[in-house]
């Protein structure tokens, strides 16, 4: 059961590290959101695991941190990616405007 728990713990460090490097090697904003918030939640739910393994008693807070960080981490990265819109700093490589289609352009100021 330990050796279970250090393995998800191991696997939850890679995840963060590879959020961190996402983070610093992609382009713009908004691939950087994408990178943090996916490696973020799979590191978190990693690394909870993993103390579940070695705690069992905690296992009703873990579920209620799981449920916590599914239903922020995608509120956080869209408000994230709506102000980065808002702001324009928009890539230059970016092929398709959804927004600018119903209506909310970005301000040009």
Do not use: C
């Not at 998800?8 to 950087?32: A, E, K, Q, S």
């Amino acid at each position: 059961m330990l050796i279970a728990s250090y393995v998800f713990l191991v696997i939850g460090g890679l995840f963060f590290l590879l959020g961190g490097l996402g983070i610093l090697r992609m382009p713009d904003t908004f691939n950087r959101i994408q990178a943090g918030t996916k490696a973020t939640t799979l590191g978190s739910f990693s690394i909870l695991i993993g103390v579940a393994f070695a705690n069992p008693s905690w296992i009703f807070k873990i579920i209620i941190i799981i449920v916590f960080i599914v239903i922020s981490n995608p509120i956080g990265s869209s408000a994230i990616a709506k102000a980065t819109y808002r702001s324009n700093h928009i890539p230059t490589n970016l092929v398709q405007d959804d927004l600018a289609k119903r209506g909310e352009e970005h301000d040009t100021n």
